[in-house]
C-alpha cells in the first residue's frame, strides 16, 4: 500500500515509538557543561577525536535542499577517563545553512538503549545527559527535558528551532551528549515539529544494543 509523505512520517514516528516500553517514561538528569572541560571526562588531554553524519530533515519550505540536518558524533572514552570503555554520543540540529518559512522543529527521538551516567561537571552528581551550553561549542538552544521510555528517548528543546528568511549561524541547538557501553550503528531516528509534516525520518547513529 502507498501512504501519502505525511501518512509515512507519522507511520515512522510511530514504529520508533512502538519500541519504547509500557512503563511511564523516566525524567532523564540534564547537566549544562561548556568545552573544552567536558572533553576531560573522555580523554586526559581534554580532546576528543570525532567522528560525524548528518541526517538531512527534508522541510518542505527550504530555499536550498540539504541544509537542514540532524548531526551525529561519536567518541571513544579513553583509559584512566572516567568514561573509559564506554562510547560518548553527541546529537544537534542545525538550521544555520538553512533559509525559508513556515516550520519551527521541537526536539528528536531516538532507540538509544541504556545510558551509562557520568559527572560531567566538576563538584555537579553523575547524570544522564550533558548540554554543551555554558561556552566553547556551538549553538543557542537548550533542552527543555529529555525522557525515556523503555530505549527510546525524547529530547524536547527549550524554544522551537525555526526556519527564518536568511541563514543564521544562531539557528542551531547546542550540542547534547550521552554515553553508552556499546559502539554506534546507523539507524533511523525522527524529529518533530510544529507544522505539516509534524515529523521527519532522519538518518541517525545511536548506539547497538
Given amino acids: 500500500m502507498n501512504f501519502p509523505r505525511t501518512g509515512r512520517l507519522w507511520l515512522g514516528a510511530a514504529a520508533l515509538l512502538a519500541a519504547a516500553g509500557t512503563a511511564q517514561p523516566v525524567p532523564l538528569t540534564i547537566v549544562e557543561v561548556g568545552f573544552p572541560a567536558v572533553n576531560c571526562v573522555f580523554n586526559t588531554k581534554c580532546t576528543i577525536t570525532v567522528s560525524d553524519s548528518v541526517g538531512q530533515i ?80 556551538v549553538g543557542t538552544i537548550g533542552l527543555a527535558s529529555a525522557e525515556q521510555d523503555g530505549d527510546v528517548i525524547t529530547f524536547t528543546l527549550k524554544t522551537p528551532l525555526c526556519l527564518g528568511p536568511s541563514p543564521s549561524n544562531a539557528a542551531t541547538t547546542f550540542f547534547v551528549g550521552l554515553a553508552s557501553a556499546k559502539t554506534p550503528k546507523a539507524t533511523s531516528g525522527t524529529v518533530f515539529a510544529i507544522g505539516d509534516p509534524a515529523f521527519y525520518s532522519v538518518p541517525v547513529r545511536v548506539p547497538a544494543h
Fill in 58 to 137: 527534508a522541510m518542505p519550505f527550504l530555499v536550498t535542499l540539504n541544509t537542514a540536518w540532524l548531526q551525529s558524533r561519536s567518541f571513544t572514552g579513553q583509559p584512566g577517563t572516567p568514561a573509559a570503555g564506554l562510547t560518548g554520543y553527541m546529537y544537534r540540529i542545525s538550521l544555520t545553512q538553512a533559509s525559508g518559512f513556515g516550520e519551527c522543529l521541537r526536539g528528536f527521538v531516538i532507540d538509544f538503549g541504556p545510558i551509562a551516567k557520568l559527572a560531567y561537571k566538576a563538584g555537579s552528581p553523575a547524570a544522564h545527559i550533558f548540554v554543551g551550553s555554558l561556552g566553547g561549542g
